[in-house]
């Protein structure tokens, strides 16, 4: 994986260079060889921060990391970055496990009669249906699975999802990558009130609740 290592009024050890590129190789196992990443190191009011994003063909990740060191702020990113692509690989392998009998349609032969031989025989587990006065053409039966899957609700506490201060649209989006949430409900300076949710392919969705 291709790695950009960006310092904001601080200093990268090559030991900590080594470490990233480690952990990096981890997600590039989960998303592929061909994504590429960025890792920005700064400091905030004696505060390590590390701010993460890897871009595959088809999925991007960003996370941010806070500690007292900069190798505590990288693990949290890296374990974020590392969440989000397992999820979204999961969701991706999800969709294409289809039943069995889901995938199977097999269409029932036609008979056709020597004595008229223009004109496919009725069999009993399926009747043709007339397209016009000429042509007759069969159905074809699809079998379903006999149980629906369930899926099983994920429930949160109700102060773990709401936003206690107002922010920008922009904060609201990392604030969601840095808590690992799928859901934030959050208010903007004018006291308009947004949720904003992760889909199940991934990308993020505001609500604006009237």
Do not use: C, W
């Amino acid at each position: 994986m291709e790695v950009e290592f960006t310092a904001r009024q601080v200093k990268i050890s090559k030991a900590l260079r080594t470490k990233a590129e480690e952990g990096l190789e981890r997600i590039a196992q989960i998303m592929g060889k061909t994504a590429h990443a960025s890792v920005i190191f700064g400091e905030q009011r004696h505060l390590q921060i590390v701010e993460l994003t890897v871009i595959a063909r088809s999925q991007k990740v960003v996370a941010n990391g806070k500690g007292a060191t900069q190798g505590a702020a990288l693990k949290e990113a890296i374990d974020h970055a590392e969440n989000q692509a397992l999820r979204h690989r999961d969701r991706k392998l999800g969709s294409k496990r289809l039943p069995k009998e889901e995938k199977e349609a097999t269409a029932l032969p036609v008979v056709r009669s020597k004595s008229r031989a223009g004109q496919p025989k009725v069999t009993d587990e399926a009747k043709p249906v007339r397209a016009s006065s000429k042509t007759r053409a069969s159905i074809a039966v699809h079998s379903f699975p006999a149980r629906a899957a369930v899926v099983e609700p994920h429930v949160l506490k109700g102060t773990e999802a709401i936003a206690l201060k107002p922010m920008t649209i922009e904060e609201a989006v990392k604030e969601t990558e840095f808590r690992d949430r799928d859901l934030l409900v959050f208010r903007n300076g004018a006291g308009d009130l947004f949720v904003l949710h992760r889909r199940r392919d991934g990308e993020m969705e505001l609500v604006e609740v009237p």
